[in-house]
C-alpha cells in the first residue's frame, strides 16, 4: 500500500504563487507516474501535470508554462509550484500515482489510466 498526504493549499491572491507537496509513504517499491489532479464541483475531476518515473512530464494546456512538476530523489516527494495564479485555479488538488514503468504523463493527466492511489486532497482557493 502507497499513502499520499497532500499539504500547502490555501487562499492567495490572482497572481500570486503555492506550491503543493505530496509525501509519499508506505510500500513505494517500483516505478510509478505520479500526477496532480484538481476538482471543482463545476468542472469535476481533471489532470493538471504529471511526472513519470523518469522524469517526463505533461501538463494541462490551462496550466502549461505556469505549474511545474517535480519529484525528489528519494521518490517521498512530489511537488507543483504553480505560479501566476488565477481565479479557475482553484479547486481540490490531489496527488495520483499508477504503478508501472511505461507510463505517459500524458496519458495519465487525460484520466486514461486507473488510479492505484489518490491522496486525500488540499484545497486551493484563489481570490480575484
Known amino acids: 500500500q502507497v499513502q499520499l498526504v497532500e499539504s500547502g493549499g490555501g487562499l492567495v491572491l490572482a497572481g500570486q504563487s503555492l506550491r503543493l507537496s505530496c509525501t509519499i509513504s508506505g510500500y513505494t517499491e517500483g516505478n510509478y507516474c505520479m500526477g496532480w489532479f484538481r476538482q471543482t464541483p463545476e468542472t469535476g475531476r481533471e489532470g493538471v501535470a504529471a511526472?513519470?518515473?523518469?522524469?517526463?512530464?505533461s501538463y494541462a494546456d490551462s496550466v502549461q508554462g505556469r505549474f511545474t512538476i517535480s519529484k525528489d530523489a528519494t521518490k517521498k516527494f512530489l511537488y507543483l509550484e504553480m505560479n501566476s495564479l488565477k481565479p479557475e485555479d482553484s479547486g481540490t488538488y490531489y496527488c495520483?500515482?499508477?504503478?508501472?514503468?511505461?507510463?505517459?504523463?500524458?496519458?495519465?493527466?487525460?484520466?486514461?489510466?486507473?488510479?492505484?492511489?489518490w491522496g486525500k486532497g488540499t484545497l486551493v482557493t484563489i481570490s480575484s
Open positions: 511526472i513519470d518515473y523518469e522524469g517526463s512530464t
Open positions: 495520483a500515482a499508477v504503478r508501472g514503468t511505461w507510463l505517459s504523463p500524458q496519458l495519465m493527466i487525460s484520466g486514461k489510466y486507473n488510479v492505484d492511489y
